[in-house]
């Protein structure tokens, strides 16, 4: 059964970066696409960045030249790099497979990993 571990959360100032990672177990991460979210208080979960299982990425204009997603497929491991952090990017960040519920790379949602930037 998949499962998913986020780490590398914490508290920054302003202009401060993080490096989020995402180690996924019980599944056949390399052949799926893989993607980060976040929730921000009071807010719906959203979608930040996507990486394919080819290597393709896509970002969220809000995240743009700011943070890089990448994969390391014999670590099973999703990665976050943020950086120039702003007071609104403090949320439960959340890795996942870009997949359906129930399919071959689906994956549940972890407990996700908590960023709080500071002014």
């Known amino acids: 059964q998949a499962q998913v571990m986020e780490s590398g959360g914490g508290s920054v100032q302003a202009g401060g970066s993080l490096k989020l990672s995402c180690v996924v177990s019980?599944?056949?991460?390399?052949?799926?696409?893989m993607a980060w979210y976040r929730q921000a208080p009071g807010k719906e979960r959203e979608l930040i960045s996507g990486?394919?299982?080819?290597?393709?990425?896509v970002y969220q204009e809000f995240v743009k030249g700011r943070f890089t997603i990448s994969r390391d497929n014999a670590k099973k491991t999703l990665y976050l790099q943020m950086n120039d952090l702003q007071t609104e990017d403090t949320a439960v960040y959340y890795c996942?497979?870009?997949?359906?519920?129930?399919?071959?790379?689906?994956?549940?949602w972890g407990q996700g990993t908590q960023g709080t930037v500071s002014s």
């Open positions: 990486v394919s299982s080819d290597g393709s990425k």
């Open positions: 996942a497979a870009e997949a359906r519920i129930g399919s071959y790379c689906y994956t549940p």
């Open positions: 019980g599944h056949p991460f390399s052949e799926c696409g």
